[in-house]
């Protein structure tokens, strides 16, 4: 399926001319540039590899700003903490203890709200100072380009729920799952119905596609840069960098570290699992962050000897990126979705292979049509579909057993 760019985006070269890499004049007479390789018919020279300009505009969200907004979920999970045990203390809902909140819908939704609404409010106020722009437009929100593909984005939605069910049939997972403890009463399967198709999509394809996705695919082409000779870059017309097959490789293994960390362990909640986990991701941040200090160069801007004439950003100011980032950082977000969501199916292979594709195709809906509504829709219509399904055949939530 081909999605059509955004309803902002020039329709072609000469509507609304990308803005090149800052660059000087040739002579007329100059050889054409061995580091861009021969000159394909009917094309002009491809552009010189040269300095960068400091001036030039950043990809946000970039690797800063995912960290930043690391901090500001742990402040609103710390809130979230801190009012479910004054919820405890007080016996609301008529919970006493912390195993019997685990399965209360009540707390499982209301922490989670009271998270995501929390770190919501803190991105309003923190981003928008950084990013001299507004949160919903520095995440490339576009609610336009969404609505003009409503429907092809609800077909792409049908598409993925066809797969769930063909799933069921041919990987069928476990009997008893600990997601099923909470649809012990009709009330709490429909309040977790209207979680799943309004806070859940939003805010999970804010974090991994608005923030995740973004921040990993510049970092990708950041490590090739840096690796990269320069007289093994290529650029195609489009203005997209091509990295020799060394750089690829070194950035595909450099970025899979902090993903291979988190389910390199057995998936339990044991303290040393935990632990090891987290030292695992910490020592690559502390390995970036120190590659990122001898090189002083910012994440967002090209680097002064490796730096290329294509641009960060296209004249939308949207985020460019080389396929291979776009590619192999989409697989790596989606099997981090597919581990998040693993509890809730006890890990079972099927439905982690099921998460795994759902995720690509949200990834692959967020930077064909570069709006992060347009996968948020996709992504709260599958719930939908789900939900709807679950409902009719239980008459309601009242039959769990006809699941």
């Known amino acids: 399926m081909t999605w059509p760019a955004s309803p902002d985006s020039p329709t072609s070269p000469e509507d609304n001319p990308p803005r090149p890499w800052p660059q000087t004049e040739e002579p007329a007479d100059a050889e054409p540039s061995a580091l861009n390789g021969p000159i394909a018919p009917g094309h002009s020279a491809a552009p010189r590899f040269e300095s960068a300009d400091l001036s030039s505009p950043e990809r946000i969200p970039n690797f800063g700003h995912l960290i930043l907004l690391l901090v500001l979920v742990g402040f609103g999970a710390l809130l979230a903490g801190i009012l479910s045990q004054i919820a405890l203390h007080r016996h609301l809902f008529g919970v006493t203890s912390l195993q019997e909140a685990v399965t209360d819908v009540h707390y499982a939704l209301g922490s989670e709200a009271i998270l995501y609404l929390a770190s919501l409010a803190a991105c309003l106020i923190v981003f928008p100072l950084i990013w001299q722009k507004g949160f919903f437009s520095g995440i490339q929100w576009n609610f336009m380009t969404a609505w003009r593909l409503r429907w092809r984005l609800v077909a792409a939605a049908f598409a993925c ?160 990126w080389s396929a291979p980032a776009m590619i192999l950082i989409s697989l790596y977000t989606s099997l981090a979705f597919a581990l998040m969501h693993g509890e809730q199916t006890a890990y079972s292979l099927g439905p982690f292979v099921l998460l795994v594709g759902v995720s690509l195709v949200l990834s692959a809906v967020r930077l064909g049509t570069r709006s992060l509504a347009a996968s948020t829709l996709v992504h709260a219509s599958y719930n939908f579909m789900l939900f709807f399904i679950m409902a009719v055949s239980t008459h309601g939530f009242r039959h769990m057993d006809k699941l």
């Open 161 to 320: 729920f066809v797969l769930a069910l063909l799933n069921t049939v041919i990987v069928p997972g476990p009997s008893k799952t600990p997601i099923e403890k909470i649809f012990r009463t009709p009330g709490a399967a429909w309040l977790l119905f209207a979680f799943g198709v309004t806070f859940a999509p939003f805010f999970e394809e804010t974090f991994f596609r608005g923030f995740l996705l973004p921040a990993f695919c510049t970092c990708y082409d950041w490590i090739a840069e840096h690796i990269a000779r320069p007289a093994d870059l290529r650029t195609d017309l489009g203005g997209r960098v091509h990295w020799p097959a060394s750089a690829q490789i070194a950035a595909a293994i450099v970025t899979a570290i902090p993903f291979a960390g988190l389910c390199a362990f057995p998936r339990s909640h044991d303290i040393p699992h935990i632990a090891v986990r987290v030292l695992i991701v910490l020592a690559w941040l502390a390995g970036i962050g120190l590659a990122w200090l001898l090189i002083g160069h910012p994440w967002n801007r090209r680097p002064a000897v490796h730096a290329i004439s294509t641009a960060v950003v296209d004249s939308n100011q949207h985020p460019v």
